[in-house]
T-cell receptor, first 116, second 114 residues
Framework: GAVVSQHPSRVICKSGTSVKIECRSLDFQATTMFWYRQFPKKSLMLMATSNEGSKATYEQGVEKDKFLINHASLTLSTLTVTSAHPEDSSFYIC????????????FGPGTRLTVL | AQKVTQAQTEISVVEKEDVTLDCVYETRDTTYYLFWYKQPPSGELVFLIRRNSFDEQNEISGRYSWNFQKSTSSFNFTITASQVVDSAVYFCALSSGNTGKLIFGQGTTLQVKP
């Protein structure tokens, strides 16, 4: 099956610093990658959709300058949380789709961000 | 507008009981896909099933079964003879249109007690 990895799995940082999260499709070419955010005991909320080589499309209410998304290759997308604050602490999950079915997403294991 | 509703926030059962998790969806598209995912405490989403809108056949996979009824816009999930390892949060999700976006329900936390 399709495998998606995320790195790091867990990160703790100080307020004001920037954090980069990587999402990689290991065995397929991901034409589209999605970034989700999940608060404790809540559902997954789509933050943005990124297509390889083009700018990400952000969902309403998501700050583009706060959450920078880059999808420079067919196997890698990055999410950078800029000038992180405690309210940015959350579980971030990426997913990737590509190949025969654009309606099937393969999820990464998630990254737990804690901002002190 | 697309929406997925999982009315049951938390369910608690005793091991070996059967349990059904409800999912109701809304979409104006005629072609769409429905999904169920399991999220154990580790956080990683585990894919359980994908069903397209043209296939209303019920599906059974081991102790899991799914009932898809377009007439009521529901895609319910039943676990037969539940086990402690089934304890997790279960999400129903909908994908329609050509964006591939997934709309998740609020999730149902299932606790199976020994």
């Amino acid at each position: 099956g399709a495998v998606v990895s995320q790195h790091p799995s867990r990160v703790i940082c100080k307020s004001g610093t920037s954090v980069k999260i990587e999402c990689r499709s290991l065995d397929f070419q991901a034409t589209t990658m999605f970034w989700y955010r999940q608060f404790p005991k809540k559902s997954l909320m789509l933050m943005a959709t990124s297509n390889e080589g083009s700018k990400a499309t952000y969902e309403q209410g998501v700050e583009k300058d706060k959450f920078l998304i880059n999808h420079a290759s067919l196997t890698l997308s990055t999410l950078t949380v800029t000038s992180a604050h405690p309210e940015d602490s959350s579980f971030y999950i990426c997913s990737a789709s590509g190949g025969r079915s654009y309606n099937e997403q393969f999820f990464g294991p998630g990254t737990r961000l804690t901002v002190l | 507008a697309q929406k997925v509703t999982q009315a049951q926030t938390e369910i608690s059962v005793v091991e070996k009981e059967d349990v059904t998790l409800d999912c109701v969806y809304e979409t104006r598209d005629t072609t769409y896909y429905l999904f169920w995912y399991k999220q154990p405490p580790s956080g990683e989403l585990v894919f359980l099933i994908r069903r397209n809108s043209f296939d209303e056949q019920n599906e059974i996979s081991g102790r899991y079964s799914w009932n898809f009824q377009k007439s009521t816009s529901s895609f319910n999930f039943t676990i037969t003879a539940s086990q402690v390892v089934d304890s997790a949060v279960y999400f129903c999700a909908l994908s329609s249109g050509n964006t591939g976006k997934l709309i998740f329900g609020q999730g149902t936390t299932l606790q199976v007690k020994p």
